[in-house]
Each structure stands twice: as structure tokens, then as C-alpha cells.
């Protein structure tokens, strides 16, 4: 699904002037959940915002479902191909659960072309009961259900994912974790998070480190089990 091929890339500037990858190569499948992990600073979300064309590789090259990620349209790549996850939510505080998953469906255009998917989406992920509250009120666990659900709401065939369980205590992590691996698993989406958290880790198909400028596979052991 997603395949960097040689990517080489350093920030501009004196200070930060050092590379970041290079010539890196690493492959994520569809339907498997990815953890990258490795030292604060070594460039894990730097490798989002290159799948997300925040930032350009100097040079190589990414694809997305076989396409360069460069050669979308930005409205395109961002709430279609992918969508993000992010440690603190990015929920919008005053609308409801339900109301932020449509609105994901109506900035992308599809509240009218396709159904309202909000309510489904909460009950898939065991929240359906939590539509009508304010982000405001919901704890971290529900917030990232909620961010989760937003993200599936246009059909992504990619989620990257950024330090999702931060901000949780170790039961939601735990939780958010197999609930990734089995949507992964159940819906064919890429799942590409960085963490620093071993719950994350283990759950996680496969773990990638980055190490010297480039990446290089960790060998799993046991995952926990569980639906969610
Ligand atoms: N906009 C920027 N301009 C210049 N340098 C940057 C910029 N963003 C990040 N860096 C530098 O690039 C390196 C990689 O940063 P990145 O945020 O990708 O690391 P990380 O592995 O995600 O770290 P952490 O685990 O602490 O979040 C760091 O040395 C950082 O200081």
C-alpha cells in the first residue's frame, strides 16, 4: 500500500541541517497494523508528514496505492487516501461524537454523495451510546474511539497514526491498541502508527525501528488477544 523507495530528506537550516533519512526504504501492507518506533528526535513523525506530503523527500520517492503521494491533490490525499490520529484527539470540543464524524464526511464532500456513516461507526466501535455528547465531556479512551471513528468516516485506505495512546493511562492504551490491530485486520486499512508505547508495539503486526537514518524491522514476539 505505502512504498518509500530510497527517500533521503534533511530540514532546511543550520541548525537542523543534519539528515533525517537516507536513502530509506521501507514497505506498509493493507489490512496489517505497523508500529515505527525509536528515539525522541530520529525522525518518526517527520515520516508522516512525508506519507502526508506535509514535507517532500529531497529525493526518492513514495507511492500510495500506487501512486506518487506527490501527484494527488492535496483534498484528495488528506480525508481519502489517509487520515491522521493524533495524541490529543483534534476533536472539535462543542459538537457531538456524532457530529464530529459528519463532519469529516462534509468537509471531504460526501455527506451527500454517500450516507451518513456516523452512528454505524459508533457502534463499531463500542460507543454508540456516547453520540450525542459533546467531545467536551468524553474521557481520553472515548475521545480516540471518537478520532478513530472520524478517521474511518470517508473510507481511508490509510490511517497514520501519532502517538494515539499519549495521553492514556495503560487499560485505554490497551484497548486503543487491539482496537487498531483488529480494524487493521477487519477492514483492510494500512495502519501506520509511531509510539513510544510498548502496548502499541505489541499489539502491532509488525514494529519498524528507525535506526541511522533508516528503517529496520524488530522481530515480534507475542501480541495481546482480544476485540474490541
Ligand atoms: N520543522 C522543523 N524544522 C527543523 N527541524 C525539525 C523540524 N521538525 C523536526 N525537526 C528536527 O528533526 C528531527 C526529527 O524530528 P521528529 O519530530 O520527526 O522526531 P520524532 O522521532 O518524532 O521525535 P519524538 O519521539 O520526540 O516525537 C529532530 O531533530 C527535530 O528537532
Known sequence: MIECSEVSFSFPGARSSRLIFDRM??????????????????????LLNLLDATLRPHSGSITIAGK?????????????????????????????????????????GNLKSKPDCALDLL???????????PASQLSGGEAQRVAIAR??????????????????????????????????HETGVCIVTVTHDPALA??????????????VEKNL???????F
Open 151 to 184: 478517521a474511518l468516516a470517508n473510507y481511508p485506505k490509510v490511517i497514520l497514526a501519532d502517538e494515539p495512546t499519549g495521553a492514556l493511562d495503560e487499560k485505554a492504551s490497551l484497548e486503543i491498541a487491539v482496537l487498531l490491530r483488529n480494524l487493521a
Open 202 to 215: 505489541a499489539a502491532a503486526d509488525r514494529v519498524v525501528l528507525v535506526h541511522d537514518y533508516q528503517m
Open 221 to 227: 514476539s507475542t501480541s495481546p488477544q482480544g476485540s
Open 25 to 46: 526504504n521501507v514497505s506498509f501492507a493493507e489490512g496489517k497494523f505497523h508500529a515505527v518506533m525509536g528515539p525522541s528526535g530520529s525522525g518518526k513523525t517527520t
Open 68 to 108: 506518487e503521494v506527490g501527484a494527488y491533490q492535496l483534498g484528495e490525499l488528506r480525508g481519502h487516501i489517509l487520515t491522521r490520529i493524533y495524541q490529543d484527539y483534534r476533536l472539535i470540543p462543542f459538537l457531538t461524537a456524532a457530529d464530529n464524524i459528519r463532519l469529516a464526511q462534509q468537509v471531504a
Open 123 to 133: 457502534q463499531r466501535l463500542g460507543i454508540y451510546d456516547l453520540a450525542d455528547y
